[in-house]
């Protein structure tokens, strides 16, 4: 069973950076595309960056991936109050999340999510 465990966020202040991280296991990473997803209270989820199994990243390029440590990392840089929010890992069995990205339900595995909080 594929389960992912996502790193603690944390509470900065505006324009500090973050770095969170995934760590997959149950299956074999390199055969899986992998999305970053936050969701705001009241508001749906919201892909904001994937990377596909060849590397091929959509939205935010600070999205990256280690298959050697089963991870996946985003760098959340420059952050702002408005970027406070629940953010949650996801992954998928197919070469690409170009559909995802789209339709953050079409992701088949997901964290349990991280609160990242942005004070001004």
């Known amino acids: ?11 900065v202040q505006a324009g500090g950076s ?5 760590v997959f296991s149950g299956d074999d990473f390199s055969n899986y595309c ?3 997803i936050r969701q705001t209270p009241g508001k749906e989820r919201e892909a904001i960056a994937t990377i596909d199994t060849d590397g091929v990243t959509r ?17 959340l840089n420059n952050l702002r109050p408005e970027d406070t ?35 001004s």
């Open 85 to 119: 929010a629940m953010y949650y890992c996801a992954a998928n069995p197919n070469r690409s999340c170009w559909l995802p990205y789209l339709d953050p339900t079409r992701f088949k595995y997901w964290g349990q999510g991280t609160q990242v909080t942005v004070s």
């Open 59 to 75: 939205g935010r390029d600070t999205i990256s991936r280690d298959n050697a440590k089963n991870t996946l990392y985003l760098e």
């Open 18 to 22: 973050l770095r969170l991280s995934c």
């Open 1 to 11: 069973q594929v389960q992912l465990v996502e790193s603690d966020g944390g509470s």
């Open 34 to 36: 992998m999305g970053w």
